[in-house]
């Protein structure tokens, strides 16, 4: 019940956004919402990614950066935890080893 809440506030503070597209808080807002309440990294981080193209004061550069790295850790984490589970191909490992020829 409490995640349909979240999920309207997700909704009501994306139209604040197109209202103020450079208004940094209501995006770093918006990627916390969807990373905590939401588990959706990959939307937090694309917000923050947004974020820094608004310009952000230092303060707000900061807060970005944290966040950005706590998303990627998680991310990180989760890839980790889903190739050892299903035993397939890392497709980091594949990466890698086509880049070596």
């Known amino acids: 019940m409490k995640k349909k809440w979240y999920r ?5 503070i ?3 956004i197109d ?3 450079k ?3 209501l995006k770093i807002i918006n990627a916390y919402i969807q990373k905590s309440k939401l588990n959706n990294e990959f939307k937090a981080i694309f917000e ?6 608004c ?3 230092i303060h707000e550069q900061f807060a970005i950066f944290r966040k950005k790295i706590e998303v990627e850790n998680t991310l ?11 035993g397939t ?12 020829f």
């Open 55 to 57: 310009n952000p004061s």
């Open 76 to 86: 990180v984490k989760q890839h980790i935890k889903n190739s050892q589970k299903l």
């Open 48 to 53: 923050m990614m947004n974020c820094e193209l």
């Open 8 to 12: 309207l506030l997700a909704i009501y």
């Open 19 to 21: 209202l103020f597209p």
């Open 89 to 100: 191909l890392d497709v980091v490992n594949v990466y890698t080893y086509e880049k070596m």
């Open 14 to 16: 994306k139209d604040a």
């Open 23 to 25: 208004h940094v808080d």
